[in-house]
């Protein structure tokens, strides 16, 4: 009988360069294929994450080095105190909206690039989109889910955001075919995507696959951030609110480690770079 246990890689934080805050776990207006939230049958979970607990999170980590914090959801932007909370993060960093695009109509997009100017920090979107054909996106997404994100982009363009489009690879086609289909679509709209404004996620079946046990060789988001819920820190917006996950109530004292055992971490190890940050490497001229 072999001696040897298996101990899960475990995974040390080497920076604080992300703050994501999930504002709701539950409230989302679309119902993705491939999102890994367990959303309830009930659709008024009143589940939002308080002003005063983000407020704390932000005084406690002041003297971290944060490129960013991240509002994220479920959709973030049914926070009912979405404003007040997109004020106070942008008082201390970027601030990045992960959104699926439905509240952003062209009086919110004025609305959003007022709030930018107020402050010398920069407000950037990475909007859900799927797939370049409308009825393949919406079989994934909701019915209705491609023209929404369209005109946000159009709304968010018009006012000099640069959205970032992020796509998740549902049905396993050629990143490059992805890419030139993403860019013919949005030069029609008058916006001219780089490399830089397509994220494309490799979309991996977590409940089917084995998890991942050798080394960790691209950059998880555990290795550079954390994640705070209403409910405390966890190492990631993949397990937040997982017990697997939590790294303590609060920032005053909160665990820099963590294993990656779980088979959402498969899902990082396939794709080359992080699943949530922004690599600002590409944004250096
Ligand atoms: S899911 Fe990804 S980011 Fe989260 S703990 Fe696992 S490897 Fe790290």
């Not at 966890?234 to 779980?262: K, M, Q, V």
Request: aromatic share 12%.
């Amino acid at each position: 009988m072999s001696n040897i246990l298996f101990q899960a890689p475990v995974c040390e934080m080497k920076s604080f360069d992300n703050l994501f805050i999930e504002m709701t776990a539950k409230n989302c207006n679309q119902r993705c294929k491939h999102c890994y939230i367990d959303f309830p049958l009930n659709k008024n979970v009143k589940d939002f994450i308080s002003v005063d607990s983000i407020k704390n999170a932000l005084t406690q980590t002041k003297d971290e080095n944060i490129k960013c914090i991240y509002l994220m959801g479920a959709e973030p932007m049914t926070h009912p105190d979405f404003n007040v909370i997109l004020r106070l993060c942008l008082k201390y960093s970027n601030v990045c909206i992960f959104t699926n695009g439905s509240f952003i109509n062209e009086k919110k997009a004025r609305f959003l690039k007022k709030v930018q100017d107020e402050n010398s920090n920069e407000i950037i979107f990475k909007l859900s989109m799927d797939h370049y054909n409308e009825f393949k996106n919406d079989e994934i997404r909701s019915r209705g889910a491609y023209r929404t994100v369209i005109n946000a982009v159009k709304n968010l363009v018009k006012y000099g955001f640069s959205p970032i489009i992020c796509v998740t690879n549902y049905y396993n086609e050629p990143c490059e075919k992805l890419l030139n289909e993403f860019k013919n679509i949005f030069q029609k709209q008058g916006y001219n995507l780089n490399d830089s404004n397509i994220v494309i996620n490799e979309f991996y079946n977590s409940e089917k696959s084995d998890v991942v046990r050798d080394s960790i060789d691209n950059k998880p988001d555990c290795m550079y951030g954390r994640t705070l819920t209403s409910l405390g820190v966890y190492c990631c917006p993949f397990l937040a609110n997982d017990h697997r996950g939590r790294c303590g109530s609060d920032f005053s004292d909160f665990s820099h480690h963590n294993s990656i055992e779980t088979s959402y971490c498969a899902t990082c190890m396939k794709n080359k770079e992080n699943m949530f940050g922004i690599n600002f490497k590409l944004f250096e001229c």
